[in-house]
Structures are given as structure tokens and as C-alpha cells.
């Protein structure tokens, strides 16, 4: 069972409708939970690096730092498919 977090950024206020957005995103996936971070994203990274934690569960891409690292991108393929988005993507 994958060991996943809750980040939520500490400027983020109140912070139970994204914590409870991400509960049951993990109830339904059945990560094995063990927290909420509201540390800086690097704190999380850390742990990601570590072997710590194997999933971050967020409440809205937005709250990602746009600098953030590792950073995973989907090459959607603008051009060959019309710039339809990948199903349970945003085109951002």
C-alpha cells in the first residue's frame, strides 16, 4: 500500500475544504495516510527524495509552486490531437 501525504501550503486558509478534498481522494485510491504537511514544498520534496512518502495528494494545482522539482510533465500533445486535454488532465 502506497504511503501518502496531505500538502496543503500554509498560506492556505481555512484549510479543512482542502483537507477534506484530499481525504477522500485518499479513501478512494486506499493510500496509507500519514499526514498533513504545511510545510514548505521542499519539505515534501525531501521526503519524496527520501523514500518516505510515495504519493503527495494536493487540493488544487494551484497551490504547487510553479518551481517546484522533481517536476513530471505530460506531453499532451498539443498539435497532433488538436489540443484536446488527456483525460483527468487540465490543460494548463
Known amino acids: 500500500m502506497e504511503i501518502a501525504v496531505i500538502w496543503i501550503p500554509a498560506d492556505i486558509e481555512p484549510s ?4 477534506a478534498k484530499c481525504l477522500h481522494h485518499l479513501r478512494r485510491h486506499s493510500y496509507r495516510f500519514a499526514g498533513t504537511v504545511r510545510a514548505p514544498w521542499e519539505t ?14 494536493i487540493a488544487d494545482f494551484a497551490h504547487l509552486p510553479p518551481d ?15 489540443g484536446q486535454p488527456v483525460p483527468g488532465t487540465q490543460l494548463h
Open 68 to 82: 517546484r522539482s522533481p517536476r513530471i510533465e505530460l506531453a499532451s500533445g498539443d498539435d497532433a490531437d488538436g
Open 16 to 19: 479543512e475544504p482542502a483537507i
Open 44 to 57: 515534501v520534496e525531501q521526503s519524496m527524495i527520501d523514500g518516505e512518502v510515495d504519493v503527495v495528494v
